[in-house]
């Protein structure tokens, strides 16, 4: 099988790139190596790299000839960052992805598998969050990133276009962004671990979050690639562990020196994706154990 990853570079991407390698397929990457919190970017040697933009749509739309599948994960993927440049969440979320579906109609593409995120929840729903609640979106990636299930839904509707969208939850594991005060927060406490820091908790630490392993969430990419499942065309699912833990509980597993900050407004404090929807319809099955990951991680440095 031709597949073509947007975002391929990056730390979920990069891993959809080796898995497909792995398995014995052609891949194509698209790429412009912009995202602020990547501390490098990552390449398979098997793979043919194409460093352009989603967003021009005259530079991109050629590479899709002949794919027949396409994993679509470049964004503007850092909250702070979509609120302080809004348009630039629009360009790339919005007008990238439906260039993605475009060009991917255009060409000829049978399945399209879009990256969203668990952000559209918000803060109006109690968890476990399931895909039919309402949508809270409260800044501009939520609004970009579900503006692009939206868009998915509409090709498959409208023209046939197979599209399966993914809310991510709270995504650890190798290749994790380390970079910036708004990288994944366990990437944070490993990063500040290092540096021989103190340990920095937003807020008391008593969030609860649902942090799902990045090889369970690349195994959902290859289930909705293979699913032969007409419910799962236009539809949304939720890439989640299932179970959730407090941002204290973390700390305390990577370091007794630790200190408070003040909360962020606007922010969920308890996360956990129902994810029995996934399982039902791509038979999505989650193995990763995040506190085994960081003891891992911990007797490995």
């Not at 593409?109 to 879009?114: D, F, G, K, Q």
Request: net charge negative; charged share 20%; aromatic share 10%.
């Amino acid at each position: 099988m031709k597949t073509l990853v947007t975002g391929g570079c990056g730390f979920i991407g990069s891993h959809i790139v080796d898995k497909l390698i792995s398995l014995g397929h052609e891949v194509i990457v698209i790429d412009d190596k912009t995202a602020e919190s990547n501390e490098k970017f990552h390449t398979n040697p098997k793979a043919l790299y194409r460093y352009v933009t989603i967003s021009d749509y005259r530079e991109m739309n050629g590479f899709f000839q002949d794919v027949d599948c396409v994993f679509h994960l470049a964004a503007e993927s850092r909250i702070v960052p979509c609120i302080e440049r809004p348009q630039d969440a629009c360009l790339t979320n919005v007008l990238g992805t439906c260039n993605v579906l475009q060009a991917s109609k255009e060409c000829g593409v049978s399945r399209v598998i879009y990256s969203g995120t668990s952000a559209a929840y918000g803060l109006k729903n109690t968890p476990p969050l399931h895909e039919n609640m309402q949508r809270d979106c409260l800044n501009p990636y939520s609004v970009t990133k579900t503006a692009g299930e939206d868009l998915a839904r509409m090709y498959y509707t409208l023209w046939g276009l197979e599209t399966v969208c993914f809310r991510y939850f709270n995504v650890y594991g190798e290749r994790q962004p380390f970079s910036g005060h708004y990288a994944p927060v366990i990437g944070i406490f490993l990063r500040q671990l290092q540096n021989k820091e103190t340990l920095t908790i937003v807020g008391d630490g008593s969030q609860l979050r649902d942090f799902v392993y990045v090889q369970d969430v690349v195994n959902a990419n290859i289930l909705a690639m293979n699913t032969d499942n007409q419910n799962a065309f236009g539809e949304v699912f939720n890439i989640g562990s299932g179970e959730n833990i407090s941002i204290l509980e973390i700390a305390k597993l990577v370091s007794d020196n630790y200190r408070f900050l003040e909360g962020r407004l606007g922010e969920a404090h308890n996360t956990l994706a129902d994810i029995s929807k996934a399982k039902k319809v791509l038979g999505f099955d989650p193995t990763g154990d995040v506190k085994e990951w960081i003891n891992k991680q911990l007797e490995c440095s």
